[in-house]
């Protein structure tokens, strides 16, 4: 912002020169005054430039008294933002109607110059409206500010004790000010709705941040219309109406404003306005791939726990029920002949012994796939027939995976195949069909493990990766498919179900690249 000093100094220099060039030759100054109305609204505040502007238009003119009525954020009234004149601080009364019976509200209405010779002449005798109760003035000359897309901004008036003290010159000098005035006046308010969209973009929800900016964008400009449209939202308000104003959204949608003559100024806004409707985007993505990460790293550190605990739990069953044998074999030897006379107390050993065994197998089975294990490049393939194998499914499954190794553990990998397919072969009772079909983007492999079995109820569906006890299988502890989305999780993948509810049943596993 330059020192309002040396804007004073190129004002006074302009004004020399137009005072020398006479009033004959007004309309020549006209460029030079509207380069400095250009510097000030670009380098002052919005009420130091109305203020500025307010001096040079009665400098030039001879006016008494000048005022800047802007319109407020209802509509409604006009609303005093600059006053100029002599002894005089303040207006009788700040705001005026904007539809009121007045000069002010007469050029607001009409949205026309008014250049009026006589106040104390009807029909103006009626519409003078004094700035103090202690002045009189003969002439007014009103002028509105319109935007570019036509919207009113306010009006300014100027005023003076004599009669006729305005003349058509006069007007023109004044609509070039006024030119200036709605220029410091669209600035001031993008500014400010820049401002208000940034600390948005920091404190508000995203979608929250885009429907404002879509309400500001047509407020600011007067647009029929506004539309934001990324990929999966879509903010609407007005009519799409007129001609478009469009700004992409760097790759990530369109802000599109729909106005009757969209000019530079309406394009600058939109494209401003665009700019901030991406940050908002690319924040929440941001905030999306924070969160994510979060729960990655507190998924991370709670299976390392879990998994200390499974190893130390195993630890001492291992040592509890593997005495159990041990026992029972001493039994044998220390008592065997007494055992072998009762066969009761020989049939419940061997069950104890056995239950002990199975017991163990059950342990190791289950909790060992949350025991960390050595990661590397992994062949889905592989994996998909090793599981094939172990449940002995080769007649059911039908495997075409001609994709890319992915960095993960062979045995974990093999026991997520191992579920889908166990999951699915239980489903259709043994008969039927598995097809695994894979396919690599650049930056991931996507599998399809689909079965046309029966389908999962719809009604069931939200539920099916969630941790549950299988009771209809004995050696199994419920980790199923809450097991297998964990371990895509952790592997930065993902698992989707895709059914109808009625028949077949689609799991979509998709794989990052390295």
């Not at 933002?81 to 209405?109: D, F, I, M, S």
């Not at 974990?412 to 039927?432: I, P």
């Not at 389908?455 to 502890?477: A, C, K, Y």
Request: with cysteine; proline share 4%.
């Amino acid at each position: 912002m330059i020192d309002e000093r040396c804007f004073q100094w190129a004002l006074d220099a302009n004004l020399q020169l137009f005072r020398a060039a006479g009033a004959g030759h007004k309309r020549t100054q006209l460029a030079q005054l509207n380069r400095a109305g250009a510097v000030l609204s670009s380098s002052l505040g919005l009420e130091a430039t109305l203020q500025a502007i307010l001096r040079l238009a009665l400098e030039v003119t001879n006016a008494e008294y000048g005022i800047f009525r802007l319109l407020d954020d209802s509509g409604q009234d006009l609303v005093t933002a600059a006053v100029e004149g002599k002894n005089l601080e303040k207006p009788l009364v700040q705001a005026l109607p904007r539809e009121g019976k007045h000069v002010t509200g007469w050029g607001a209405t009409h949205r026309q110059s008014l250049l009026i010779g006589d106040l104390s002449e009807p029909p103006w005798n009626e519409y003078y409206f004094p700035l103090d109760r202690d002045l009189e003035m003969r002439s007014e000359l009103a002028v509105p500010l319109l935007g570019t897309s036509g919207r009113l901004e306010g009006v300014l008036n100027l005023e003076s004790p004599q009669v006729r003290a305005f003349d058509v010159d006069d007007q023109l000098l004044l609509e070039t000010f006024a030119g200036q005035a709605v220029v410091a006046i669209q600035q001031a308010r993008l500014l400010d709705a820049l401002q208000e969209i940034a600390e948005g973009v920091l404190e508000m929800p995203c979608e929250q941040v885009l429907e404002r900016l879509v309400d500001i964008t047509r407020h600011l400009i007067n647009a029929t219309g506004v539309e934001l449209e990324t990929s999966d939202r879509l903010f609407r308000v007005g009519a799409p109406v007129g001609r478009k104003a469009q700004a992409a959204l760097d790759g990530l949608g369109h802000l599109t404003a729909y106005l009757e003559e969209p000019g530079e100024w309406e394009q600058k806004v939109v494209a401003c306005l665009a700019h901030h409707a991406v940050l908002a985007l690319k924040n929440e993505r941001r905030l999306e791939q924070l969160k994510n990460s979060q729960q990655r790293q507190a998924l991370t550190e709670t299976f390392a726990a879990v998994g200390d605990l499974s190893a130390n739990l195993l630890h001492q069953l291992n040592n509890k029920i593997g005495a159990i044998p041990v026992r029972v074999e001493g039994i044998w030897d220390k008592a065997g002949a007494q055992v072998q006379e009762s066969p009761y107390l020989a049939k419940n050993l061997q069950k104890i012994q056995d239950s002990a065994q199975n017991a163990l197998q059950i342990v190791r089975q289950n909790l060992s796939i949350l025991r960390p294990r050595a990661s590397g490049m992994v062949s889905l393939s592989q994996c998909a027939r090793r599981a094939t194998k172990e449940l002995e499914l080769e007649e059911l499954v039908s495997c075409e995976l001609e994709v890319p190794p992915v960095h993960g553990d062979f045995r974990s990998l093999t026991l997520v195949f191992l579920n889908l397919f166990e999951n699915a072969a239980r489903a259709m009772q043994g008969k039927g069909q598995i097809m695994v079909v894979g396919k690599a983007s650049e930056s991931s492999v996507i599998v399809k493990v689909a079965d046309n079995g029966p389908g999962i109820p719809l009604e069931r569906q939200s539920t099916v990766f969630e941790l549950s006890s299988d009771r209809s299988q004995p050696h199994n502890l419920g980790f199923g498919l809450w097991w297998v989305r964990t371990v895509m999780e952790r592997m930065d993948g993902s698992i989707e179900l895709e059914s109808d509810g009625k028949t077949g049943t689609t799991f979509v596993l998709e794989f990052p690249l390295p």
